[in-house]
């Protein structure tokens, strides 16, 4: 069928563009016919025709033609309007303008451009319409036209509407890389996200750091209030999560309650530190779901590409086994990898089994902690805490092994173990001094707790308004009619309750109007800043004061460490102080011994003003001075500073570059020398690792030091010159 290639538009007269508006194959079979005087034919081409004509204007499909230089001699009408036009305003546009360029869609071609000007043919090419409020796909079809001499003339090809299927493939799409519940990927989609992140990064020489990050208590929403309450609480996570993180394509939810955080060119410690802590903020802040207020918490683990690992099967594991240490020491907290944790996870697991047997082997034992009359300096009650004497590895800390406790279901045990010791010891102190119990949120969810105290009180014989229960706001998970019930069931008992570490993230005053506590616990973490100047830490305690003792409560400051944090306390009417500033904790023996003088008074003692927090251990790093490398022992460490043994008469001013392992390198000034032992300053402040300890703010990248293998002269870290007579102790 010899078809006109094109239609100069510049040289039709009137019928014929009302000719074009017809349709093409109207015009076309008036041209034919003319050109063809055998009836049959004629009759039989016509019928065709019609047929494509009828198919035209079915919208099944659609035409076009262009000249040489890609303009357009035909579209079909009906395409044309969808397009905002008619096809007479868009004969003589360029083909490619009809489309959006599919590159700018994130669609790996920009064929049509290159087709047209290759004379090629095209097969069902998807492209987008570039018309604004046409929001259509169509799949184009094109073949080159030539006359009898070979000169290209054009092309005519035929279009069809893909939209549907278009967004059928893209909700296919999404569904595979997308959680359907939340909407944030998946965990298909943030591998194929960190694969390529680090890959790329790493010819870049760039850092990356990844967070994964667990819910705490998330199954007892399940458990208490039904799987819906607990999807519905897993969209407000991604909503919180979102808003702090930013970039939707850089969160994902792996499954369950897991979470991961792609965080590209970060590799400062602080600033991570600090992201964590907002996100373990923000998620443990309450939430309403279908009525029911609930709270949860989450735990953190950071690892950081290349320091932890360059692929993401290792830093994703080396995150998880930070995050494992994050839930272990207490869960809401964040943790950074460090090589050590893989010892440290064996350990926990030892730790484990030998747990199981400690309370038969006696290994366990209370130490009593003053509770002290803010004014009168007089001692009124104690709390109770729990020691591990190991047979190896000696004193394990509370912080270490009540976290195992928990996940081992050996909390149950423990907890009545410490309750009836702290009863039987209590009961021979003379006077009415009061004992405080810590209740973990497992332990008041046993049903049987009631029991168990009232049988400690009877076997005891223990007044039962001298025993206090010190319980956590996680307790009030969901405020549901068994956390009530609980709370009457104990004071029916006549002991008094106190709301301990009042004010770390779950704090509401709605519970308060119907618990039944007696006491508020203040958090050191707002006693420990309150003195520094422009800290707001002073105001909220006084608030905590004002509205404790309209509710007819006491209030305890804990961890009162120095005289200034003391004297701020006593003005702003906190009533009663527990911390070193007064006493650390003491075995019944030494309790007894002070409290059968009468009377308890302790006169408090301390440093006059806040320091850093210090940190007695004993760990060997390196001290690099003058391209040196002595092996020091740091024996104490705070945020600003140390103290090292190991160098002989250092003179004070020397600089060193101090060494801590894992490209972790500080600048520290001597400050005293006594000896083998000198005080260093830190020229950049070290930050909190997430569970109690230290780090570097920022760490030498392997990138570097591998060019320092090869170029000594590459890695030109300033080591001083300072002229000095001391040596190596």
Sequence with gaps: M?????????????????????????????????QRGDAAANLHMHEALLLLQNY????????????????????????????????????????????????SHGVRQRTLPFLLTKQSKFDELPLRSAFEGDDRWWAISG?????????????????????????????????????????????????????????????????????????????????????????????QVAERLLKIVGDKEMVSRLGGDEFQIILPDIEDRGK????????????????????????????????????????????????DLALY???????????????????????????????????????MALLYQPVVQSKSNMVTGVEALVRWTHPDRGVISPSVFIPIAEEANLIWELGEWVLRTACEDAARWPGDMRVAVNVSPIQFANADLPKIVARALAATGLAPDRLELEITESVFLGDTAETAQMFKALKDLGIRLALDDFGTGYSSLAYLQSAPFDKIKIDQSFVRDA?????????????????????EMETTAEGIESLDQLELIRKLNVSHVQGFVYSKAVPQAELLEQAEAGSWTIKPAGPARQRNDRFSLFRKVGAIHDNHRYAVVIRNLSATGAFIEGLLDVPIGTRFVIDFGEGQLVTATVRRSMKHQQGVEFEQTMVSDGNGGLCTRHRVSPYLIAAATQSTSALALPLFTTTSDWKAA
Aim: aromatic share 6%.
């Design 2 to 34: 010899d078809v006109p290639s094109r239609i100069d538009s510049g040289d039709r007269g009137d019928d014929e563009v009302d000719e074009g508006q017809r349709g093409f194959f109207g015009l076309l079979g008036s041209r034919i016919g003319k």
């Design 56 to 103: 035209e204007e079915s919208g099944q499909g659609w035409f076009w033609s262009t000249d040489a230089r890609g303009r357009l001699t035909y579209i079909t009408d009906s395409v044309a309007r969808l397009m905002g036009r008619t096809s007479g305003q868009l004969l003589g546009t360029a083909l490619t303008d009809l489309f959006l360029p599919v590159d």
């Design 143 to 235: 073949r080159p036209q030539f006359d009898a001499g070979g000169k290209f003339t054009g092309y005519r090809g035929s279009g069809t509407d893909v939209t549907a299927q278009r967004r059928s493939a893209e909700d296919a799409s999404r569904l595979a890389l997308y959680d359907s519940l939340t909407g944030l990927a998946n965990r298909f989609a943030i591998s194929k996200k960190l694969d390529t992140t680090l890959a790329a990064f790493a010819q870049q020489q760039r850092s990356c750091a990844i967070m994964l990050l667990d819910l705490d208590r998330f199954k007892q929403v399940n458990d208490t209030l039904g799987h819906p309450a607990g999807d519905a609480l897993l969209k």
């Design 272 to 319: 991570l530190g600090d992201m964590a802590a907002d996100i373990i903020a923000s998620l443990s802040q309450p939430y309403s779901v279908e009525g029911s207020r609930c709270i949860i918490g989450a735990s953190v683990g950071v690892a950081i590409a290349p320091f932890d690992g360059r692929s993401s099967d290792d830093l994703v594991r080396n995150a």
């Design 325 to 363: 240490a994050a839930k272990g020491n207490g869960r809401g907290r964040f943790s950074f990898y460090s090589s050590d944790l893989h010892t440290a996870a064996e350990d926990r697991r030892a730790l484990e089994d030998d747990l199981r047997d400690a309370l038969v082997r006696g290994e």
């Design 531 to 551: 003195t520094i100047p422009g800290s707001r830490n002073g105001a909220i305690i006084a608030a905590i004061v004002a509205l404790a003792e309209a509710l």
